[in-house]
């Protein structure tokens, strides 16, 4: 069962790659920098 899903989630990833990471490191890029942003502006 695990390996199943395991194997649709996978060629799915391999299907969608760049589009997935792009999306993933920019959504963690944004948080990133939000946190930053409130971390060093939030508190004034």
Avoid at 2 to 26: G, N
Wanted: positive net charge.
């Amino acid at each position: 069962m695990f390996m199943a899903i395991l194997l649709v989630f996978s060629t799915h990833y391999a299907i969608s790659k760049k589009i997935t990471v792009l999306e993933v490191f920019s959504k963690n890029l944004n948080s990133e920098l939000f946190k930053m942003w409130q971390k060093y502006f939030g508190n004034k």
